[in-house]
């Protein structure tokens, strides 16, 4: 149980486009989900916190204008890059709260963004 | 705030070797403690997780115990294989107040030769 998937796994696009990366529990409800950037060979940094029906709360430093979250239902959040730049490429990460274990974080797999 | 500080890597072992890779951290109240793996191209994998002091976390032959007294919680395996290759994240998780955010360290890269 408890499994997150992305989609897509990975994407190329030219700069100025927007891309769209989902989020899904399969098998759980998740009222929370967290958005994660990671760099190659560094930690992650948390971007976002979505909670489904209301406004997702962004870190300090992230611009909430360029990282649209959207977290619609309880089982999908997407994460639209508006008019991508080369610096966004990066492995962009999801997890999900499941409430019924202890608010554990469940992972997905990343998405790899490479802008051109 | 909270933080965790990891050893740094890269660790290279040869197979069957011991693996201790160091954690603390810094926090307030009783925050819970994980290790995440990360495989190449992958996200990211709980492996083993303690919610209070003294608690022992155990799974696929690592362990790691949270000692309070030294804010603690090195990952230790007696015998590592080829297959345990991947990035070691340290995270700790603070009380309900702070939204279940995890913190974590800046990882530790693991590289096991046959």
């Known amino acids: 149980g408890a499994v997150v998937s992305q989609h897509p796994s990975w994407v190329i696009c030219k700069s100025g486009t927007s891309v769209k990366i989902e989020c899904r529990s399969l098998d759980f409800q998740a009222t929370t989900m967290f958005w994660y950037r990671q760099f190659p060979k560094q930690s992650l940094m948390l971007m976002a916190t979505?909670?489904?029906?209301?406004?997702?709360?962004?870190e300090q430093g992230v611009e909430k204008d360029k990282f649209l979250i959207n977290h619609a239902s309880l089982t999908l959040s997407t994460l639209t890059v508006t008019s991508a730049h080369p610096e966004d490429s990066s492995f962009y990460i999801c997890?999900?709260?499941?409430?019924?274990?202890?608010?554990?974080?469940?992972f997905g797999p990343g998405t790899r963004l490479t802008v051109t | 705030g909270n933080s965790v500080t990891q050893m740094e890597g890269p660790v290279t072992l040869s197979e069957e070797a011991f693996l201790t890779i160091n954690c603390t951290y810094t926090a307030t109240g009783y925050p819970s403690l994980f290790w995440y793996v990360q495989y190449p191209g992958e996200g990211l994998q709980l492996l083993l997780k303690a919610t209070k002091a003294d608690d022992k976390g155990s799974n696929k032959g690592f362990e790691a115990t949270y000692r309070k007294e030294t804010t603690s919680f090195h990952l230790e395996k007696g015998s590592v294989q080829v297959s345990d290759s991947a990035v070691y994240f340290c995270a700790l998780r603070g009380g309900e107040t702070s939204g279940s955010r995890l913190t974590f360290g800046e990882g530790t890269q693991l590289t096991v030769n046959p």
């Open positions: 997890s999900a709260r499941d409430v019924r274990d202890h608010y554990e974080q469940y």
């Open positions: 979505s909670n489904e029906g209301s406004k997702a709360t962004y």
